[in-house]
């Protein structure tokens, strides 16, 4: 089956740590999307990548960092620069020029400082 | 910036009652508003979506209304099913939706 996959569910962070989160996909989606979430605020966006060895900056971007090598792989590295990285992290994609199917998520990353 | 407001933020409805949502949109470019539902500890997933050219959109028991000289689209879910809880974004985009925004969420809470 085609989808997203997220990984780990649960991430534990030491302060002043670098901690990277992994998205892979196999839909063959051009464009892949990092969302945060937290209670009340909806989703806000980190970084977003249309084509392999090109991502751009979201509204959050500060204290993160991205990088596309594969089509299938967006992970996403949570540095130690972000002063309050606790939070729900949501992967996404979206298939080239068929925006009637909006963005397929994955299952998420919950990191908590500790 | 908070570029759509959705309301209530939660919502209790009880078995076979309507569930209503709504959003408010500042930008008028938006040309792409999906509603998304999500269930605890899981990513969002597409729910139902419409674009400005037409007023209603139904599928099964779920009814998104838009209003756009208001600039307000709500999603209405009938019937509702203890099945139903869960977390509900509205959305908005433009063109190839590399910049959709989300509003901050409704928790409805279906009660048997």
């Given amino acids: ?3 997203i996959t997220q990984s780990p569910k649960y991430l534990f962070r030491k302060e002043g740590q670098n901690v990277t989160l992994s998205c892979e996909q196999n839909l063959n989606h051009d464009a892949m999307y990092w969302y945060r979430q937290d209670p009340g605020q909806g989703l806000r966006l980190i970084y977003y990548s249309q084509i392999v060895n090109d991502f751009q900056k979201g509204d959050i971007a500060e204290g993160y960092s991205v990088s596309r090598e594969k089509k299938e792989s967006f992970p996403l590295t949570v540095t130690s620069a972000q002063k309050n990285p606790t939070a729900f992290y949501l992967c996404a994609s979206r298939p080239p020029g068929q925006r009637r199917d909006g963005y397929t998520f994955g299952s998420g990353t919950r990191l908590t400082v500790v | 910036q908070q570029q759509v407001k959705q309301s209530p933020q939660s919502l209790i409805v009880q078995k076979g009652g309507i569930s209503i949502i709504n959003c408010a949109y500042e930008n008028t470019a938006f040309d792409y508003f999906p509603w998304y539902q999500q269930f605890p500890g899981k990513g969002p997933a597409l729910l139902i979506a419409i674009r400005p050219d037409v007023s209603e959109k139904k599928e099964g028991r779920f009814t998104i209304s838009f ?14 099913q203890p099945g139903d809880s869960a977390t509900y974004f509205c959305a908005a985009s433009i063109g190839n939706n590399n910049d959709m925004r989300f509003g901050a969420g409704t928790r409805l809470t279906v009660k048997p």
């Fill in chain 1, 1 to 3: 089956d085609g989808g």
């Fill in chain 2, 67 to 80: 209003n756009k000289s208001a600039k307000q689209f709500s999603l209405h879910i009938m019937d509702s």
